[in-house]
């Protein structure tokens, strides 16, 4: 946490799993998200929490069948329903996307949703900047930011670097929560993730609710966070 802000980042994972533990197809357990997403971005405001980012689609999420990934492409059924965001609006979230936005592989539909989404929940002072990483890799962050940076005449050191990175408008993540029992960080915010505090829990995305997400909030407050210091 740094002057006053709060950046708590999640990889929301499981939802195939918990979709097949029930006997459903994929599809179901991201349909399920939403619900998940409502009830963390409440959370969130209850725990002061400034900044959210949440992991919804990555670059090797391509790689998936074409049924599934036609799912994902229409944000609006999945992950943040109309109702939902103009609950957002109402409380003064604004939502914003992070990524390769503009590939050619994502839908006119779906690159519309995404503009449309952003401008309708625009604030100049939001109680909380929720962030979609969507078509997103950490590498390729890194990368097309290398790229820019080389082609500039800016010096060579790090916050000049750091302008030309998709997530250069957030502070540095505070919190990297994952769901679904993996212990990995797969290719997420790689630059953010320097000295953020790591939590991992079984629950499947779907069934993750406010509660948990208070909970591991809770549990970032004990520890002690020194950036390569020493304990006083």
Not at 13 to 27: I, T
Not at 48 to 53: A, K, P, R, W
């Amino acid at each position: 946490m740094a002057d006053g802000t709060l950046h708590v980042a999640v990889i929301m994972d499981g939802n195939g799993r918990w979709a097949g533990a029930r006997g459903l197809p994929r599809s179901a357990g991201h349909e399920q998200a939403h619900l998940s997403v409502e009830s963390t971005v409440t959370a969130a405001l209850e725990c002061g929490v400034t900044h959210l980012s949440l992991f919804a689609f990555s670059s090797e999420n391509w790689n998936r069948p074409d049924e599934e990934v036609a799912l994902l492409m229409q944000p609006g059924c999945w992950l943040l329903t109309d109702e939902e965001l103009e609950s957002y609006r109402q409380r003064n979230i604004q939502i914003s996307f992070m990524g390769n936005l503009t590939d050619p592989r994502i839908p006119d539909a779906c690159s519309d949703w995404l503009r449309t989404t952003a401008k309708r929940t625009a604030s100049q002072h939001p109680r909380l900047r929720v962030t979609v990483a969507f078509n997103y890799g950490g590498r390729q962050e890194i990368a097309e930011a290398v790229r820019a940076h080389t082609a500039s005449s800016e010096p060579g050191i790090q916050e000049d670097f750091r302008r030309h990175l998709w997530s250069s408008y957030l502070p540095d993540i505070d919190l990297l929560i994952r769901t679904s029992g993996e212990h990995r960080i797969s290719n997420f915010m790689l630059w953010s993730l320097w000295y953020a505090e790591l939590i991992f829990t079984d629950t499947l995305w779907p069934d993750f609710r406010g509660v948990h997400f208070s909970d591991a909030v809770a549990e970032y407050q004990k520890r002690n966070r020194r950036y390569g210091t020493v304990s006083s």
